[in-house]
């Protein structure tokens, strides 16, 4: 098993067909790999992070798996707290409020923002869309392992 950061290859790209401006993000773990790519942008609004969902990501019904969605709203989340804290981090509590379907060859893309920082806590909000449509609300809670090392305490 290939371990440490892996970036998707032409063919994965090609396949997930992103929107213009996004690149695929490093994959720091196997099962992060097995779930990609993810992909990312800048914007002026911040980053923005998505995916296509494929034929891997289906639940029965026809539309993307809940856990597909829960484990993108993980990777979207932790997205916001690079902003202020450098990995490692775990997450500690991660919130879903499902609001609506992504389907097969559809775009998911999500935003998200730090609320708040206590000590080494970083809590997070986020939104998910899928073409324009509201797929997700999503908040969780993040433990700092290490403290920056510029910084005394977190």
Known sequence: MTTGPRKATPEMVAAANPPPGFGAILS???????????????????????FRVADRHINAGGACHGGMVMTFADILLATAVFDVADPPFVTV???????????????????????GVDGSLVAVTGTMEAEGRPVASVSGLFKIVRPRAKDKEV
Do not use: H
């Not at 099962?31 to 790519?37: A, C, I, L, S, V």
């Open 93 to 115: 509590r991660l919130t879903t409020d499902f609001i609506g379907p992504a389907f097969k060859g559809e775009w998911l893309e999500g935003r998200a923002v730090v609320t």
């Open 28 to 50: 720091n773990s196997p099962f992060g790999w097995e779930n990609g790519p993810i992909f990312e942008k800048k914007s002026d609004k911040g980053r923005v992070r998505g």
